[in-house]
């Protein structure tokens, strides 16, 4: 098949990469060309503009690098011409609201907007192992999931409302960052207090990060019953008061174990204390105005 | 061996039902003495107060609630009776302050303090595969190895200097919180913006929280050199922007987002933004007055 | 002088009102048309449509809720008809993107966008004692300066770039909040620990917030001097230190608390405990970039 | 009358020569002896040790770094010495625990422990204007109330419990701390958008930070009812996350503003947007587990 490729960064270009090597035939377009010429030594054909790159009811993927990007490259014209049957695969991590002004646009035109934002770096892109969060019309999906298994592992589909991927896409990126913040707060500790960083990094590997662990503990969280009470909060919070008197003791600022501590303490304020520690979940969903703190 | 045993919370209760199963005779002892009981229909001896669990130059294991419960039970009285060739395994999750007093006073009566905090909860224990972080005097950890592989799967040496285990544990409990916290942010955001929450937890089971994904970012973060770039900084800022504008949007706090906004927004004020995003360890080192952002 | 009002919620129609008795002959508009009605009592004239509150080359005085309501209201037509030499002061709460547009867009249309956000809430307005941060261009400040003076006690005049103003009224606003949440973690610690919240207040009224105290200290942060150490930074952090383990004792979260910690301990980590502890806003300038910590 | 006085720092040295000059009679003992010299030339005496400073039956005043140093200084001996009808008045800026057990421990030598921490820095000291937070026996309090005059400008009478006065102190560093943090943002936010620091300050003393305006916001949390609604809190939070926006856009990293902006969104997440801003307290004493929101 045809596709339209627009948007060369590490990502893109990965992913084109991919597609060439599974047989698609690509006509690629990317605002800086000489990204584009890469590919052309593997046989793409370069486009001197997005247009270009258009089959009539064909497919159109991009991979852009933000929501002003993305509305600035897909015009009116373009639509026009990928036109009734065509869809758009948009795997750039963009804002669930441009999904949503996206969707209706592309409707206009008779085009399936599909959100497919992914999962994973460059490396594993090249490596055909991206996860990719699918939503959009069922039709689309049908069609366009053989393309898509050129460069991902697994696909997971959310339904037909693009911006809840995009939703997720971010709700990733944030779960990874947290981690990259606790991570570096208790290595910051570690370090200060006589252990060896990459040591620690190692322990965690074999431990805590090694896969279940806090899988698990997600799952409890989404059921919202924080049961069975195999660690009470209370104690939880006498550990995270440990951690605090031990960074203040070795001068080290930990404002993720800070904002934990106030979080357990409101929890314990106010009566919670004898749940078990993901019971703090249930702080979480009661500022966010959910009444019942459980799924509802 | 005959061992004592002090305090049979959960955590203690699971651990001695392992050691007697592995053939360990056992005189236990609990501040509650209800809990003693059942473990004498198991076969255990039932002390009336600590002491009596001890035998001269033996091992005695501990698995208390936290500074003030070992400094209360572990007098000079029964340290006296451990006496010369004595080690006291102290398996409970306390400050590192009180493990080095602790050190210092066993030393004083010719006893071996190990400490030896476990990773897990009492499920893992009942089933033998907790993770042990151990630390103290190279003899005692020799001769008490066999006895911990009793209720562990891994034991992990951290030199001869106790605190240090201790630390660990702490850092590990905080990762685990934070991870609590992380969680429910997301699943939150994600419940309010049209995502069921045990999917968002299913999908993360088999994607970021699958195993190495964080692992790598830790072990990245340890060595202290930011590098391959695979994902910028200041694109990892334009993702956590969109996270908090949907979160305005749909009314939902929060404050570890807005904590990441803040480090990172620091990090692209300092013209780290084309770093990796796990850069944003060099911002904590920094602040912890750790100068190279390196290991040193 | 005739003047337009477009905008009578709490604040407009204070303000409305002190012109009206100041002897100014208003035009006005609101979206629901009742509020108008009262003012028409008092000798307003009501228009039906906001263009209708304009003479060409004349005043129009905005007051409206934020910057959609300034964007659709204040459209094309409306500035053709109010025309050269035409000067709109914009009083409201807005960002100051939005000033920059609305002073561009004004300027093609030969009116003068004047930034004149107003501090005080709707009580201070109705006694004419509001302050008015202003902005923009001098020639039509100068023209509109008695104007004002009918509704406020002070006028700030601060330049010929109207967002400036904007940025001004926000930083006042986060002031003010940040002071809100101090005071209430403050009484709720106090409140906790056997003290009276109202005699807190008191006291607070009579020492901290009777004017120089805090005052000063801006003074001295502006100058980005810490000095002379009058308290010592080290100290400061003593004492929050100490706040917040009372703060743990009586189950209270102070997450503003917790920051402080985290600022005052990072400040230390990089050697700065001996500076006085208004030095804590090196930290905060250095992290946002400003690298000499003084003012450039 | 005779005096003792202990702990001649910055703080300690003001409050002395202040009373030297006033008349009284002081012994006075310090850990390193140079700062005593001082004194000695002004007419006190110089003690070698803190006994030394003891009139049986007399006044003790302390001014001391920290809990440590007070439990140190303070022992048996030196009680015993000063015996039934002595008062010592702490003056330093300790912990509440510590105050409950010199309390108990005073009253076992029929001692009268009275705190009287002080507010302000040691030039406002020098200038015999501090304010006192006094708390302890009444017979006590009065019997000193001339001495403390002597380096005073207002006593606050707490009571009869002397930790509540630390509690109090305590407060009051915070509140600074606080302003001091909100101020540092605030500069910085103006300074990236084109604002002089010192002008901003300028204003500030002549605004909000001129006296009444926090203060009466202070009164208004007191009483825990957030009314009359002069400034909703949903308007509230439409400026704080504006000034989010400013702060994104001109890279300056404000984690107070951050906090502000998720207490803000839980108020409104949970129906409390119609509430006055000051309301946002509603959610710190819920936090704190105060149920009613009002003075209990």
Redo the contacts between chains.
């Keep these: 098949m045809k596709i339209g490729f627009i948007g060369l960064g590490?990502m893109g270009e990965a992913i084109a990469k991919r597609l060439i090597d599974a047989g698609h035939e690509l006509r690629v377009w990317n605002r800086t060309p000489d990204r584009a010429r890469q590919l052309a030594q593997q046989g793409a054909q370069v486009a001197s503009d997005p247009k270009q790159t258009i089959e009539p009811g064909g497919v159109l993927i991009s991979s852009l690098?933000?929501d002003q990007a993305l509305e600035q490259v897909i015009d009116h014209e373009l639509l026009q011409q990928l036109g009734k049957g065509g869809v758009h695969i948009s795997t750039s991590?963009?804002?669930?609201?441009i999904a949503k002004k996206m969707t209706e646009l592309h409707a206009q035109f008779g085009v399936a907007y599909l959100a497919a934002p992914v999962?994973g770096?460059?490396?594993i892109a090249a490596a055909g192992k991206l996860?990719i969060?699918l939503a959009g019309s069922p039709q689309a999906k049908e069609k366009i999931t053989p393309i898509l298994q050129a460069f991902s592992q697994?696909i997971?589909d959310?339904g037909n409302?693009p911006?809840?991927a995009n939703?997720?896409k971010?709700?990733?990126?944030?779960?990874?960052?947290?981690?990259?913040?606790?991570?570096?707060?208790?290595?910051?500790?570690?370090?200060?207090?006589?252990?060896?960083?990459?040591?620690?990094?190692?322990?965690?590997?074999?431990?805590?990060?090694?896969?279940?662990?806090?899988?698990?503990?997600?799952?409890q969280?989404?059921?919202?019953k924080f049961e069975p009470v195999?660690?009470k909060l209370a104690?939880?919070l006498?550990?995270?008061?440990?951690?605090?008197?031990?960074?203040?003791?070795s001068?080290?600022?930990?404002?993720?174990?800070?904002?934990?501590?106030?979080?357990?303490?409101?929890a314990?304020?106010?009566?919670r204390g004898n749940m078990d520690?993901?019971g703090?979940?249930a702080?979480?969903?009661?500022?966010?105005?959910?009444h019942d703190g459980a799924?509802?």
């Design positions: 590490n690098a933000n991590t963009v804002s669930p609201t999962l770096r460059p490396d996860s969060f697994r997971f959310l409302d911006p809840t939703v997720l971010l709700i990733c990126n944030f779960l990874l960052a947290s981690n990259l913040e606790a991570i570096a707060e208790a290595l910051a500790l570690g370090q200060k207090n006589g252990l060896d960083r990459n040591n620690i990094a190692e322990i965690f590997s074999q431990t805590l990060l090694s896969g279940s662990p806090i899988a698990n503990y997600a799952k969280i989404a059921k919202g195999l660690f104690l939880g006498k550990d995270i008061n440990l951690v605090l008197s031990t960074a203040t003791a001068k080290t600022p930990m404002p993720l174990a800070s904002l934990l501590h106030d979080r357990l303490t409101a314990v304020a106010k009566d520690w993901s703090l979940a702080e979480v969903f009661e500022a966010a105005g959910l799924q509802s």
